[in-house]
């Protein structure tokens, strides 16, 4: 239990630090100050509905804690007046990281970072207010990359690139002005632009 406690407090520093330094640097948006309240997940007075957090039907806020059945840490998502808010984490099973994410007013923002099992840098998303807003980037488990692509608000601007396992380009091409320039990947019976659309609309909304 003492063990828990210390990663605990740990994650508290860590996530104070690093949100504070992030919401600076992005768009100037302040952190909010979660109370230092640590929930097992296991409590049954949890209930989540429609991406709200409750306890004891009243907004959650502080952090909720989920364990492996080991004991050690799973997830720290913090949340305020029942939407998740500042750095949320996530580890693997063998104590590697899984996820970092950031949230403000539930929304996703700032850099999101996952990792595959054996360490290996898995994506690197860029977040405005729930949209893909900067560079999007993605590997394989190898190492390889699997795709680069260049956001603005949440539409493809400039650069956009992705790979197969074998290092093959998949698409290659540059966006200006909503239209599409280069290697897009795209039938010939397909419109570039349709295709510009859908791409937006499936990528939009982010992972």
């Not at 996530?15 to 330094?21: D, K, N």
């Not at 580890?91 to 994410?101: A, G, L, S």
């Not at 394989?140 to 493809?156: I, P, Q, V």
């Not at 998949?170 to 295709?195: A, H």
Request: net charge neutral.
């Amino acid at each position: 239990m003492d063990s828990i406690k210390i990663i605990l407090v740990a994650t508290a520093l860590l996530v104070a630090s690093s949100c504070r330094q992030f919401y600076n640097s992005r768009k100037n948006i302040e952190p909010q100050t979660i109370p230092s309240i640590y929930n097992n997940s296991q409590n049954g007075d949890f209930n989540e509905k429609n991406g709200v957090m409750y306890c004891n039907d009243v907004l959650f806020s502080g952090f909720v804690v989920t364990l492996f059945s080991n004991g050690d840490t799973n997830s720290v998502i913090g949340y305020l007046n029942g939407l998740k808010e500042n750095t949320s984490r996530i580890w693997w099973d063998n104590k590697q990281w899984r996820e970092v994410r950031v949230y403000h007013l539930n929304k996703k923002i700032g850099e999101h970072t996952g990792w595959f099992e054996n360490g290996t840098m898995r994506f690197k998303y860029q977040f405005g207010s729930d949209v893909y807003d900067g560079t999007v980037e993605e590997w394989f488990a190898d190492g390889k990359r699997a795709t680069l692509f260049n956001y603005e608000s949440g539409y493809e601007m400039g650069l956009q690139q992705a790979w197969y396992a074998d290092g093959k380009y998949k698409f290659n091409y540059e966006v200006v002005n909503g239209r599409k320039y280069g290697l897009t990947g795209v039938k010939n019976c397909e419109s570039v632009l349709d295709t510009s659309l859908n791409s937006l609309i499936a990528k939009k909304y982010a992972k």
